[in-house]
Nanobody, 124 residues
Framework: QVQLVESGGGLVQAGGSLRLSCTAS????????MGWFRQAPGKEREFLAA????????LHADSVKGRFTISIDNAKNTVYLQMNRLKPEDTAVYYC?????????????????WGQGTQVTVSS
């Protein structure tokens, strides 16, 4: 079992930055792929970024490429999402997820571990 805990959400003004963290416990994540997703009220869950913890590559959604960056700290069993130049439309609950996989994937259906989510609110 893998338990995921997100942190770092909050209220920020448009144009600002936040860094989300997702720390895993229960298993070492060296063979896992970690992903970040978000869901705004009334909208479907949206893929943002993914990284394979064992060098299997990274993916970023076109919608956030250049503004959001995923990174990892294997020693801390933690994955980060650096979010810059935030916009009001980035307001959502942000989730991290994990799957035992050798490559990064945007397919939410493959992820079998999910965190509880952290709220990000961007004011205009």
């Amino acid at each position: 079992q893998v338990q995921l805990v997100e942190s770092g959400g909050g209220l920020v003004q448009a144009g600002g930055s936040l860094r989300l963290s997702c720390t895993a416990s229960g298993r070492t994540l060296s063979m896992y792929t970690m992903g970040w997703f978000r869901q705004a009220p009334g909208k479907e869950r949206e893929f943002l970024a993914a990284v394979n913890m064992n060098g299997g590559g990274t993916l970023h959604a076109d919608s956030v490429k250049g503004r959001f960056t995923i990174s990892i700290d294997n020693a801390k069993n933690t994955v980060y999402l650096q979010m810059n130049r935030l916009k009001p439309e980035d307001t959502a609950v942000y989730y991290c997820a994990a799957v035992f996989l050798r490559y990064a994937t945007s397919n939410a259906g493959l992820y079998n571990y999910w965190g509880q989510g952290t709220q990000v609110t961007v004011s205009s």
